[in-house]
């Protein structure tokens, strides 16, 4: 079965740095797209970024533009989110997807937090 596990959330300074992985596994990890999502506490849920299967295809919520970047290693079936000049409203559980439009499989999601 599909499952997607996110690592390396943590807490952070404002104006650091954090990096994300999703390890996928349970289907072919190189044919669908991928994206980040995260929600704040009391707060929607918040499309991050988005990538297309062969990375053409790449994009950006306007509050993270500039400063955070979205990767995946189709060898390791790893999905990234490099996040630099972290803000405190960064904060939140993130989370990464399968899909682009529609999403049908989901991470446990990691905490990020920024003060």
């Known amino acids: 079965h599909v499952q997607l596990v996110e690592s390396g959330g943590g807490s952070v300074q404002a104006g650091g740095s954090l990096r994300l992985s999703c390890a996928a596994s349970?289907?072919?990890?190189?044919?669908?797209?991928m994206a980040w999502f995260r929600q704040a506490p009391g707060k929607e849920r918040e499309g991050v970024a988005r990538?297309?299967?062969?990375?053409?295809?790449?994009y950006y919520a306007d509050s993270v533009k500039g400063r955070f970047t979205i990767s995946r290693d189709n060898a390791k079936s790893t999905l990234y989110l490099q996040m630099n000049s972290l803000k405190t409203e960064d904060t939140a559980v993130y989370y990464c997807?399968?899909?682009?439009?529609?999403?049908?499989?989901w991470g446990q999601g990691t905490q990020v937090t920024v003060s």
């Open positions: 997807a399968r899909g682009w439009a529609d999403f049908d499989n």
């Open positions: 349970g289907y072919t990890y190189n044919r669908n797209c």
């Open positions: 990538i297309a299967t062969g990375s053409g295809s790449i």
